[in-house]
Every structure is written in C-alpha cells, then in structure tokens.
C-alpha cells in the first residue's frame, strides 16, 4: 500500500511569491492535515480536510490556505511568501475511525524562501 | 503554553542501554496517548500508542506506561540500537485527530 506522497519534495522560492504543495493520502484514508515544522517553532498544525470541507484550522495568518478535492487528494496555498515561510510542509492522512487516532506522514515538501 | 511536557529533551545513551522518555498531561479528559519518531528527514510515524483503559503495552522493544493518576505517561526502549536516534515526541491529541507537538526528545544512541 502506497504511503502518503507529498510533491515537489524540494522548493525555492523568493519573497512575495506564492507556492501550492500537493498530498496524495493513502487509499482510503478520507481526512488530510497539514502542519508546519521549523526550528524554532516545531511542528505546528495548519488545517485539517475531510471530504473536501476543513474541519479545523490552526493559528496562522490567512496567507495560508488550503483545499481537498473529491478523491481526498489535498493541495495546501501559501501567497506572499515571507523569509519565515521557510519551513518543512508536512501532510498526514488519517482513516478517522473511532479506534485510532493514528496520522500517516508524509516525508514533506522543504520550502526555501529567499 | 504547552498541555504536554516532556523530559529530557536531550538523551544521548550507548548501545544496548535502555532509554525512557517521559511525558506530563495537563487534561483530564484525555484517553489516547501515542509515541511518534521522527528521523532525520522524514515524517513523524506513530511507533506505540496507548489508551486510557490501559497502564502498559508492549511492541518487542518498545513499551508505552499509563499513569493516570500522576498524569503521564512514558516511552521505553530497551537493548537501545543506532537506529533508535531519532527526535521522539508525545503529542497532545485534540478534536479530529488533531495533533499538537511539543518540542520532542532527541535520543542519541552512540555505538
């Protein structure tokens, strides 16, 4: 079984410019989150996605956007890149049954802003 | 701040020791406490997870230990390997699986 497949694995970018990140969940799995990781700030929740609706949304500025399409499949939008945008995007799907909470994560997208 | 708090941040041990990582929660209400490793340039991946009806799981070298009481719970790896360095990390787990991480444990196994 496919794991979650995250593209482009590697990015740069300057400031001002936007960038769209693709996740493609595994088989099944209907809920995709995406999270932020730097060194300074760690691993960060952005939103969640289940069945093209976002259930839940962290605290980041409203540059930050995202949307799930009908196969699950999930794109994440970050306009007017800034320095600190600089980080590794990572998606993580989930089955969402009631008997586990397990994520599966991608090996993320590392965004380079310059 | 932070629901979860974990020691040490930093645990560097040789191989074939042991290692334990602990971790403190804050709400009552939680009922599902899992163990992600992150290596160097992947994902995190869930390794051990435990539930509220449980105090101890075991998976080959790995157990997870509940203490409801005290609010915690801690990871143990036993007969520590090279490949058990990692950053490992208890994370506080909210509505729709919503993970929120702390700033994880660095465990650093010298041969």
């Known amino acids: 079984k496919a794991g979650v497949t995250q593209t482009p694995r590697y990015l740069i970018k300057t400031r001002g410019q936007q960038v769209t990140l693709s996740c493609s969940p595994i088989?099944?799995?209907?809920?995709v989150s995406w999270y932020q990781q730097t060194p300074g700030q760690g691993l960060q929740f952005l939103f969640e996605?289940?069945?093209?609706?976002?259930?839940n949304k962290g605290n980041f500025p409203g540059r930050f956007s995202g949307r799930q399409f009908s196969n699950s499949r999930s794109e994440m939008n970050v306009s007017t890149l800034e320095l600190g945008d600089s980080a590794l995007y990572l998606c993580?799907?989930?089955?969402?049954?009631?008997?586990?909470?397990?994520?599966?994560f991608g090996e993320g997208s590392r965004l380079t802003v310059l | 701040g932070e629901n979860v708090e974990q020691h040490p941040s930093t645990l560097s041990v040789q191989e074939g020791d042991s290692a334990v990582i602990k971790c403190t929660y804050s709400?009552?209400?939680?009922?599902?406490f899992p163990w992600y490793k992150q290596e160097l340039g992947k994902g995190p991946q869930l390794i051990i997870d435990?539930?509220?009806?449980?105090g101890e799981k075991k998976d080959q070298r790995i157990a997870v230990t509940l203490n409801k009481t005290a609010k915690h719970f801690s990871l143990h790896i036993t007969e520590t390997q090279p490949e058990d360095s990692a950053v490992y990390f208890c994370?506080?787990?909210?509505?729709?699986?919503?993970?929120?991480f702390g700033k994880g444990t660095m465990l650093l196994v010298s041969p």
């Open positions: 993580a799907s989930s089955l969402m049954t009631p008997n586990t909470g397990e994520l599966f």
């Open positions: 088989s099944g799995h209907r809920s």
């Open positions: 996605y289940f069945s093209e609706t976002q259930r």
């Open positions: 709400d009552s209400a939680s009922n599902y």
């Open positions: 435990i539930r509220s009806n449980v």
């Open positions: 994370p506080q787990v909210g509505r729709y699986s919503t993970l929120t």
